[in-house]
């Protein structure tokens, strides 16, 4: 994560133009949820995992988000070498939740419209690199169904000015992230990077997704 300088916020979020009145599209397919289900996860990639913790572990439904990294091999999934952008690596969050509260599709929904721009390719923002990619990790096949009809909803609905570049791929781990990267955004609000970075996607999401939101 690099210290840029201040950015100004407003309506344009993530490379699109969002009108007072805009409704971002709810997906058209959903992951079917056993009437039993327990707890769930999902692991999403959309950059620095800060800010991307930081949106998920404020919905309702989500006991946990951790970040950490995935697509590359336990012996690198550590911060410093997946930095280098050598190890095949996505810093990415793995979010457990339960289905009978919020489903896999309102979470790819937050991902898309709030949580980062899948229009950008190996990078966000300031950050660049294959280790900053937009991916969706699945771990069963209705995951992966889910994703990849919601990317050619968006795409076929012109939601972006861009095509949708994030990758749909099998999980094949997920490795946690070092300590002090868990829970930053909250533990580091005056964080230059935090401030200008990512705490306009938590202003974002607190404005389009209210009823979305625990209480805190």
């Known amino acids: 994560m690099r210290l840029i300088l201040p950015i100004a916020c407003g309506l344009v979020v993530l490379g699109l133009a969002l009108s007072a009145t ?20 999902a692991v999403l990639a959309g950059g620095c995992f800060w800010g991307v913790e930081g949106v998920f572990e404020r919905l309702k439904g989500v006991s946990d988000v951790v970040s950490g990294f995935a697509g590359g091999k336990a012996s690198t999934a550590h911060y410093e070498t997946v ?5 095949g690596h996505a810093e990415s969050v793995q979010i457990t939740y339960d289905p009978a509260q919020i489903s896999y599709g309102r979470l790819l929904q937050v991902f898309f419209s709030v949580a980062h721009d899948p229009t950008e390719l190996n990078r966000q923002g300031p950050d660049e690199g294959t280790q900053y990619r937009s991916a969706i990790f699945y771990s069963s096949p209705e995951q992966k169904r889910v994703a990849e009809a919601y990317i050619a909803q968006l795409d076929a609905a012109g939601v972006f000015r861009r095509p949708i570049v994030t990758q749909v791929v099998a999980l094949q781990g997920f490795y946690p992230a070092e300590a002090y990267h868990q829970h930053f955004l909250d533990r580091n609000p005056d964080n230059p990077y935090i401030a200008h970075v990512d705490m306009p996607k938590i202003e974002a999401l607190q404005s389009r997704y209210p009823d979305w939101l625990k209480k805190r």
């Open 22 to 41: 805009f409704r971002f599209p709810e997906p058209a397919t959903e992951v079917t949820a056993p009437s039993n289900s327990h707890k769930q996860t």
């Open 83 to 87: 930095s280098t952008g050598t190890t």
